[in-house]
């Protein structure tokens, strides 16, 4: 449970640079924005796809239990988007609505990623090699922080405090205790539903990323330059994914 919170503690930790942000123009906005697409969409395809595959068996049966579980993460994403509460109690005076629904769902897509990283967690210390444990949380908290600057950042951009957007960023990655005291506490019922709790969290993530958060960046006169970050973020998040694992 400590080394499953340690990861999702840095997510929190990915987060801080926003402390030392200050008068973003909406055009570095838009870019980083599109570098957080770029990460979670890297995530997404080596931190979840891959993985639900490997963990359900590979093969035939692999791909099937993972693209049940992608359809399924990516219809409940549209169905929460669909019966979304409005956000007037949230948004504070000269807020866009739809902008700040859009970063919430943003934020509950990543907390929905989070846990099945940290039932993994659980899952290595459950099977009894810590070594394997300790490998999985330090990979996936390294993972974690530029994800906790995509969680940051849409909500800096629509006005909230960085204190605030830092503190949701946190809430995040403390998803992960919870799957891992689940995974390593029912190691025998949380293993084979691993792939499904991934595949889950990709269709989410996908359904994010696609219908809110690359059309969000490419809006206005940046969207080139948006579109480059993007491409930089999946590089650096398909590397570290990769090398640590």
Known sequence: MLASLAAGLATSAGSLPIFFTRNISRKLLDCLLGFAAGVMLAATSFSLIIPAIESAGGGVKGAAITLGG??????????????????NLMAGPGQNHDNLRRAWLFTLAITIHNFPEGLAVGVGFGDGNIANGLSLAIAIGLQNMP???????????????????????????????????????????????????LAFAAGAMLFVIAYEIIPETQKNTSSKLATHTLILGFVIMMFLDNVLG
């Not at 629509?158 to 992960?176: H, I, R």
């Open 147 to 197: 994800e906790g600057l995509a969680v940051a950042l849409p909500l800096l951009r629509e006005g909230f405090s960085a204190l605030k957007a830092f503190l949701v960023a946190m809430c995040t990655g403390l998803v992960e205790p919870v799957g891992g005291l689940l995974g390593v506490g029912l190691v025998q019922v949380a293993k084979p539903a691993l792939p499904w709790a």
């Open 70 to 87: 992608i359809v399924i993460g990516g219809i409940f994403l549209d169905l929460v988007d669909k019966l979304f509460p409005d956000t």
